[in-house]
């Protein structure tokens, strides 16, 4: 079974600068996809990113860019210029790429990030 | 194009009494997932739906929870009987239905549901 290792149970930055959340993961497979979801005080779950295992290249979405170490299963978020509005709680997430009864997502346990002035 | 709806946004229940929660997959969508995430943790895999099939329940108490998704209508998730440790966020995800844009799974805002 696959497991998901987020190391930070909190995190902080300061507004504008940059901050990098870890994350490890636990795997056989060779082909799989790996996610970042945010979840605000709102609680609505929110992609923030994502990554196919069979890509080298880093996944990037604006201010948002991730470190894939496939080797190492290691995929760390990077958020860049940071927002008050980035404050939550972020959620590294892992897929099999295989269908059926892989599709699940596997969760982490979460860090969560404040944002200070 | 709407977003994964459900409802209701909050739910009260007493122990004993039973707990419907609905969701509506995103338009396109034929791929359905339940998570719950308890207090101060992450989200834990549920059950994965098909149209009118159940493809993946292992995440799911063997006992008074059940998950459907007819052919028409809603995904619903049944808890009997619910008890105070059943208290906890339920959030669905869909997904389309072909090729590789399978891997994203897009989340509602969630069920609050409150055992007293």
């Known amino acids: 079974a696959q497991t998901v290792t987020q190391s930070q149970p909190e995190m902080s930055v300061q507004e504008a600068e940059t901050v990098t959340l870890s994350c490890t993961y636990d795997?056989?497979?060779?082909?799989?996809?790996l996610f970042w979801y945010k979840q605000p005080p709102s609680r609505q779950m929110i992609l923030v990113i994502r990554?196919?295992?069979?890509?080298?290249q880093n996944a990037t979405e604006n201010r948002f860019s991730v470190n894939f170490q496939k080797a190492a299963k290691s995929f760390s978020l990077k958020i860049s210029d940071s927002q008050l509005g980035d404050a939550a709680m972020y959620f590294c997430?892992?897929?099999?790429?295989?269908?059926?009864?892989?599709?699940?997502?596997?969760f982490g346990t979460g860090t969560r990030l404040q944002v200070t002035l | 194009n709407a977003g994964v709806m459900q409802n209701p946004r909050h739910l009260v229940r007493r122990r004993g009494q039973e707990a419907r929660l609905r969701c509506s997959p995103m338009?396109?969508?034929?791929?359905v997932y339940w998570y719950r995430q308890l207090p101060e943790e992450g989200l834990k895999f549920m059950v994965y739906?098909?149209?009118?099939?159940?493809?993946?329940e292992s995440g799911m108490p063997k006992e008074r929870f059940s998950a459907e998704f007819p052919k028409e209508g809603p995904s619903i998730l049944r808890i009997q009987q619910v008890v105070r440790g059943d208290s906890a966020a339920y959030f669905c995800?869909?997904?389309?239905?072909?090729?590789?844009?399978?891997?994203?799974?897009?989340f509602g805002p969630g069920t609050r549901l409150t055992v007293l």
């Open positions: 995800a869909s997904s389309p239905p072909v090729g590789r844009a399978l891997d994203t799974q897009y």
């Open positions: 795997t056989s497979e060779s082909d799989y996809y």
């Open positions: 990554q196919e295992a069979y890509k080298q």
């Open positions: 997430a892992y897929r099999s790429a295989l269908t059926g009864t892989a599709s699940k997502l596997t």
């Open positions: 338009k396109g969508h034929s791929h």
């Open positions: 739906l098909q149209k009118e099939n159940i493809i993946d």
